[in-house]
């Protein structure tokens, strides 16, 4: 009788300190789900407050550019357009010759875009795939220029177009830049990838340098050279002081400092400059809004082997 009172008397004691451990750990176990749901939470905030400050000034020159002058200059300033009006338009392109510069940017930045991305196609090659004497020595020499600042030179560039009557002309919007280091470095990764098997395939085919390079390795890189292209294409659309230096005629000037010259004219309507800003900004946003896929693919080939 005694044993069986005390093994009654145990089971109550051993059931509640069961569901007294029970209770931590199921505590626990919530709380670590709250945890990265909280952690969710704080990351989406503070990206979508990065997003804001990030898209809104695009925003308020878009809408800015269709804004008259009394809802710009209102204060508090307006956020939306209360009527909407294109003669901010109309406006700057009567100011300067907006599409002349417009056209000029294009042709300059479509051009040093190609020569770039030939001259890093064939070095990237030649340094991947062909047994090159000093082969790394002379790519430490490609990545050194990527080192020298272009003020360090503007000079002397200046000083050879100025001698050979090259000024205000598009070869000297275009000379200084048909060649880059960045485009082969990043074109050199993304080969260095590439199954050396399928290149032994190929010369037992009795394929050629150039027919390997064309139909094989061109295809297959294609996130990388568009990668280099839209990299190479903004640089060039961005560029002012080369062309500020070299050019002096509206006519060959490019937009940028189209753009420029319209904010020296025009300071008492900003809704001008918005509208300039606004038609220089529409091809660099479509090349990155359809291109992006292919940066971030093109970025990220040869970082992992």
């Known amino acids: 009788m005694s044993a069986r009172a005390k093994s ?8 509640r300190a069961e569901s ?9 176990a919530k709380s670590g789900q709250a945890r990265p749901v909280n952690a969710r939470i704080v990351r989406v905030l503070a ?7 990030v898209l809104f000034p695009v925003y308020f020159t878009v809408v800015g550019s269709v804004m008259g002058p009394g809802d710009i200059a209102s204060a ?5 357009p209360h009527s909407l009006t294109f003669a901010n338009y109309r406006g700057v392109f009567r100011a300067v010759p907006l599409g002349r510069q417009y056209l000029n940017s294009t042709l300059v930045a479509v051009l040093i875009t190609l020569a770039q ?24 020499v490609f990545l050194f220029t990527l080192m020298v600042p272009w003020e360090s030179i503007i000079i002397p ?3 050879f177009m100025a001698d050979h009557q090259l000024r205000n002309t598009y070869l000297a ?23 050396v098997e399928l290149r032994d395939a190929a010369t037992l085919d009795g394929a050629s340098h150039g027919r390997f390079l064309l139909t094989i390795l061109l295809p297959l890189s294609r996130p990388a050279l568009a990668s280099v292209g839209i990299f190479v294409f903004l640089s060039a659309w ?25 904010n020296d004219a025009e300071q008492a309507n900003p809704g001008l400059i918005m509208a300039g800003v606004t038609l220089a900004l529409l091809p660099t946003a479509a090349l990155v809004a359809f291109g992006q896929r292919f940066l971030i693919r093109g970025l990220t080939a040869g970082a992992v082997r």
Not at 47 to 53: E, G, K
Not at 119 to 139: E, G, H, K, M
């Open 8 to 15: 009654e008397r145990a089971q109550p004691v051993s059931a």
């Open 20 to 28: 007294e451990r029970a209770q931590p750990v199921s505590a626990r």
């Open 47 to 53: 990206l979508l407050l990065l997003a804001v400050l």
């Open 76 to 80: 508090p300033p307006s956020l939306y």
């Open 117 to 140: 991305l030939t001259c890093a196609v064939l070095s990237a090659y030649a340094f991947v795939f062909l047994a090159l004497p000093f082969r790394r020595t002379l790519f430490a």
């Open 157 to 159: 560039n200046f000083l």
């Open 173 to 195: 919007l275009v000379l200084p830049f048909l060649a880059g280091g960045f485009g082969t470095f990043l074109l050199r990764q993304s080969f260095r990838t590439f199954p």
């Open 238 to 262: 961005n560029q002012f002081l080369w062309p500020l230096l070299i050019t002096d005629s509206p006519q060959r000037q490019t937009l940028q400092i189209g753009l420029a010259s319209l």
